[in-house]
């Protein structure tokens, strides 16, 4: 038996002693720990009901928890652990993790029935949320509605951007919000305008995975085609899709292929817009995947802002498994917690396994050992998008279509000071000035174009006379900046770039996910500096790149770029300490 069943207490131990001097007396034992409630048993067993007892999924029990009673009681707790097998310790330490868990100990008050979610990312800063943020806080009843400011939703085209409950407003005004309250509108809806597996079928789709899987085609002229596509993976590393396969393929079976659709980088945007719109088309670019790696398994980890895309996507896989499309490799799906750190891969992997989302230690790559162990193909929804075109087309139309000698198309999510944000589908090699004035619509009236994020809050902050370069992988190198996952954020003369670079800091404080101390203490000092005025530049770049050599993962090599593009690009803007 383990010390939390029969071990005694520091008081216990001493009444212990005493006894042993005083014959004929035994010391009283109690165990220790959280006695198990058998009514929180039964209110657990009902909220998970159907669902198997395993490790992998104790993210998807804290979520039924979490929706069916409203917050993580620590009595339901308890009994989720009996019910998992799984120590009380690990269970919270998994829980407190995540943004989207209310843990609440005996004797606290649990959250109101409503939570109201102001994003307040760089977008919506620049769109009035903490106006709005403070203007809700002030007409609502704070016993039974909460307002939190949170980090990036993904409705940055529609800034400022609100959820009640799961319903999102965007972009959303106090008057907006409050009727939404008053008509108890606080469940998102399954997207209406989406291209159903019917309506999909009936314009070709599938009929590419069903000559695949009928030896119709070879998984090696397949990743031929990728190659001579110029694909890369569009979640933002840009690694050769054709190689990725390659590598994957020639690892030990079994191998899992998995679908990264956790944006949460602000400004990122373009996984929403196309599974709103038309999710067999990734859906399909995932079960060709997983044919042409010889993959037994597919699972799609998707963000859990997206909660009509996420009943969108559990209809839709339903129907394709009644079908039978996906019996080569059944697809799983799973649910995110609120942590932007699982868009890194390997903290992705860990999150589907039931953990919290701490980046691994590389090498191993996912490629060799991935997801429980097997070498994993993992993709982001972008990419997979692509699939079935540049297979029915041929990789020459892919590839014809970039400027400047980049290949492809790329969804741009533009935000900001443009008068026609969203999901931009332009050439891979088009410069911003190009973006704003073909597909944006220009300026919006009266603002002038000061600076632009390339790579939403990571990618750097460039100024205005770079907006002539080409947006691709590895050009923008030599400005310190990156496009990653090609989300742009447009800012103008009307805008403090401090402020800013001061929110995007504090995002990454926030979502760092505390594992390694130079990301962990490297994003608190850095805000800390700005919010005192002290943009001393041989201190804040000393910070920088003690960040970027010794942080494990991209959040903390990558989190100071809006500090350093500051320093670099705009040295009228950070003035020295007024110290």
Known sequence: MSQGETGRSNGDDAGAVRSRKRPGLRPKLRPKGRALDHDALARVRGLLAGMPRRRDLLIEALHRLQDGIGHLAAPDLRALGEEFSIPQAEIFEVASFYHHFDIVKEGETPPPALTIRVCDSVACMIAGAEALATALEASVDPQTIRIQRVPCIGRCAEAPAVHVGTRAIAPATTESVRAAIAADDICEPVPVHAIDLAAYRAAGGYALLEACLAGEKTPEAIIAMLSDAGLRGLGGAGFPAGRKWEFVRAAPAPRIVT????????????????????????????????????????????????????????????????????????????????????????????????????????????????LFGHPTLNHNVETLFWLRDIIEEGPAWFAGHGRRGAKGFRSFSVSGRVRDPGVKQAPAGITVNELIAEYCGGMQEGHALAAWLPGGASGGILPASLADEPLDFGLLDRHGA??????????????????????????????????????????????????????????????????????????????????????????????????
């Not at 805000?527 to 993962?553: F, T, Y």
Request: glycine share 8%; aromatic share 6%; with cysteine.
């Open 482 to 579: 990156f496009v990653g996952s090609h989300a742009i954020v447009v800012f103008s003369d009307h805008d403090d770039l401090r402020n800013v670079a001061l929110n995007l800091m504090r995002f990454f404080r926030h979502e760092s996910c505390g594992q390694c101390t130079p990301c962990r203490a490297g994003t608190q000092k850095i805000v800390q500096l700005l919010e005192d005025g002290r943009w001393e530049a041989p201190l804040l770049d000393d910070l920088a790149l003690v960040m970027r050599d010794a942080s494990i993962c991209g959040l903390g090599q990558a989190a100071a770029n809006p500090v350093t593009s500051i320093l670099r690009h705009f040295p009228e803007r950070a003035p020295q300490s007024t110290r």
């Open 259 to 370: 679908v990264n659709a956790d944006e949460g980088e602000p400004g990122t945007f373009k996984d929403r817009y196309h599974l709103e719109r038309d999710p067999h088309r990734m859906i399909e670019g995932a079960l060709i995947a997983a044919w042409a790696v010889g993959a037994e398994r597919i699972v799609i980890y998707l963000r859990d802002e997206y909660a009509g895309v996420r009943a969108l996507l559990e209809r839709e896989i339903a129907s394709l498994r009644e079908a039978g499309l996906d019996s080569h490799a059944p697809i799983d799906l799973r649910r995110g917690a609120g942590a932007y750190i699982c868009g890194e891969e390997s903290a992705m992997l860990e999150s589907i396994e039931g953990k919290r989302g701490l980046p691994r230690h590389r090498p191993p790559y996912i490629a060799t050992k991935g």
